[in-house]
T-cell receptor
Framework: EPEVTQTPSHQVTQMGQEVILRCVPI?????FYWYRQILGQKVEFLVS????????KSEIFDDQFSVERPDGSNFTLKIRSTKLEDSAMYFC????????????FGDGTRLSIL | AQKVTQAQTEISVVEKEDVTLDCVYE???????LFWYKQPPSGELVFLIR??????QNEISGRYSWNFQKSTSSFNFTITASQVVDSAVYFC????????????FGTGTQLKVEL
């Protein structure tokens, strides 16, 4: 069964550094998402992406965040200047169509900011 | 604004017991979609089920069943004859028909199934 893959599984970064989290969505999916989950808390929406542009973003997704689909397969989340509070599990997801289709999640990237 | 409430933070049962996880939602959308995801200790999010707002038919899949009641804005999940492998955090989530179709998650219910 096709799946969403995320790399790396764990990223440790110094505060203030830039970090790029990578995702390969399911190949025929059209919608892409990033979510984050601070340890022990609920999963929070960051951004959705369709047709090479952001469809919706949350209040969390401020100017330090950006997303890109640099080629036909990868979908990246960049955090420009990381803060301690950015430490979380970041999940990428993709879906074939809009809301009626389930979003399939990758295994996540655990980001630790020191 | 959309909201999902999972009032049960943690539930502990003994193997083979039935257990129901509650989910109550709020939305102004007339068309919306409800989901359950499982997060085992390994951390990934596994899709379990989707339900459309216009389809109130309950669903059964093996030991899993879901009860959708629009009148009470609830979408409860029952595991019959629970097993240790069911131990996980279960999230209920809601998506509207418009916008970027983001998922709004509840806070999750930690289910512990013991021998």
């Amino acid at each position: 069964e096709p799946e969403v893959t995320q790399t790396p599984s764990h990223q440790v970064t110094q505060m203030g550094q830039e970090v790029i989290l990578r995702c390969v969505p399911i190949s025929n999916h059209l919608y892409f998402y990033w979510y984050r989950q601070i340890l022990g808390q609920k999963v929070e929406f960051l951004v959705s992406f369709y047709n090479n542009e952001i469809s919706e973003k949350s209040e969390i997704f401020d100017d330090q965040f950006s997303v890109e689909r640099p080629d036909g397969s990868n979908f990246t989340l960049k955090i420009r200047s990381t803060k301690l509070e950015d430490s979380a599990m970041y999940f990428c997801a993709s879906s074939l169509y809009r809301a009626q289709e389930p979003q399939h999640f990758g295994d996540g990237t655990r980001l630790s900011i020191l | 604004a959309q909201k999902v409430t999972q009032a049960q933070t943690e539930i502990s049962v003994v193997e083979k017991e039935d257990v129901t996880l509650d989910c109550v939602y709020e939305t102004r959308d007339t068309t919306y979609y409800l989901f359950w995801y499982k997060q085992p200790p390994s951390g990934e999010l596994v899709f379990l089920i989707r339900r459309n707002s216009f389809d109130e038919q309950n669903e059964i899949s093996g030991r899993y069943s879901w009860n959708f009641q629009k009148s009470t804005s609830s979408f409860n999940f029952t595991i019959t004859a629970s097993q240790v492998v069911d131990s996980a955090v279960y999230f209920c989530a809601l998506s509207g028909a418009g916008g970027g179709n983001k998922l709004t998650f509840g806070t999750g219910t930690q289910l512990k199934v013991e021998l």
